[in-house]
């Protein structure tokens, strides 16, 4: 490390609970609440009094929005768990230059 005053992230401690888990699981219960009102807005509303072209905008918007989420956890999880990797990794190359 730099200084004294430097903040030692390697060996942070990856037990229990941290905030990376916490937005994994509150990122999906967020989503699937979108999903819900995306299936509920698409399926019950009255199309009929909007005009079409709007209407079909509409519907592939709601559905983009949708996917987007999806693409939006699945690179959330990726990143965490590239995260791990690097930590690990890191903490291997560090114990082996200590010990040359």
């Given at each position: 490390?730099?200084?004294?005053?430097?903040?030692?992230?390697?060996?942070?401690?990856?037990?229990?609970?941290?905030?990376?888990?916490?937005?994994?699981?509150?990122?999906?219960?967020?989503?699937?609440?979108?999903?819900?009102?995306?299936?509920?807005v698409?399926?019950?509303?009255?199309?009929?009094?909007?005009?079409?072209?709007?209407a079909?905008?509409?519907?592939?918007?709601y559905?983009?929005?949708?996917?987007?989420g999806?693409?939006?956890?699945?690179?959330?999880?990726?990143?965490?768990v590239?995260?791990?990797k690097?930590?690990?990794?890191?903490?291997?190359?560090?114990?082996?230059?200590?010990?040359?």
């Amino acid at each position: 490390m730099v200084g004294e005053n430097a903040v030692e992230t390697v060996n942070a401690p990856e037990d229990g609970l941290s905030l990376r888990v916490f937005v994994l699981f509150l990122f999906p219960a967020i989503l699937f609440i979108g999903l819900a009102a995306v299936y509920y807005v698409v399926e019950k509303s009255d199309w009929s009094q909007v005009d079409p072209t709007l209407a079909a905008t509409l519907k592939l918007f709601y559905i983009y929005v949708a996917l987007l989420g999806v693409c939006l956890l699945a690179a959330l999880v990726w990143l965490v768990v590239d995260e791990r990797k690097i930590r690990r990794l890191t903490r291997l190359l560090e114990e082996k230059h200590k010990d040359n």
